[in-house]
């Protein structure tokens, strides 16, 4: 099947990315909501390339380009899904070269992202593509509600 990797820039492109994004962010349960999320990150330097297939989005990765005195200059990667009926068929490994090459032509000096450690099948898949575990990433809500 061919696919067309595109960058989703507008409200309804966003609008046509949460069905699939929800299988990645299951705790995402209003469209609108997402799309205003997705709409001040953009403002911030998210960007969200999709892969179309026969008229629907079957892959993701939201990315941002950053810098910090730890990688320099960097992307980093938050959000990266397939839909499940194509999950091992390349579409997972094309969407991070396609970031990747990205950041190497902007002279990024680093390719960062992280996996829960839940997560051992996420983890092999990223080993398989060069990336390396190089450190624990620690957390701690701020609100009542996400204090578990």
């Not at 994004?21 to 960007?47: F, I, K, N, W």
């Not at 499940?84 to 002279?107: F, H, Y």
């Not at 829960?116 to 620690?138: E, S």
Request: with cysteine; aromatic share 10%; net charge neutral.
């Amino acid at each position: 099947m061919p696919y067309t990797f595109q960058h989703l820039e507008s409200e309804g492109a966003f609008q046509a990315s949460f069905d699939l994004m929800r299988v990645l962010r299951p705790h995402l349960t209003d469209p609108a909501s997402y799309v205003a999320q997705l709409v001040r990150q953009t403002e911030q330097g998210y960007r969200l390339l999709a892969v179309w297939g026969r008229e629907r989005i079957v892959g993701l990765v939201g990315y941002r380009k950053l810098e910090n005195l730890l990688y320099g200059r960097f992307v980093y990667v938050d959000d990266l899904v397939v839909a499940p009926d194509l999950q091992g068929s390349g579409l997972g490994a094309r969407l991070l070269t396609a970031v990747r090459d990205e950041a190497v032509q902007e002279g990024c000096d680093h390719f960062v992202l992280d996996t829960g450690l839940h997560m051992p099948l996420a983890q092999r898949f990223y080993f398989r593509q060069g990336l390396l575990a190089r450190g624990m990433h620690f957390t701690q809500g701020l609100r009542a509600e996400s204090r578990v």
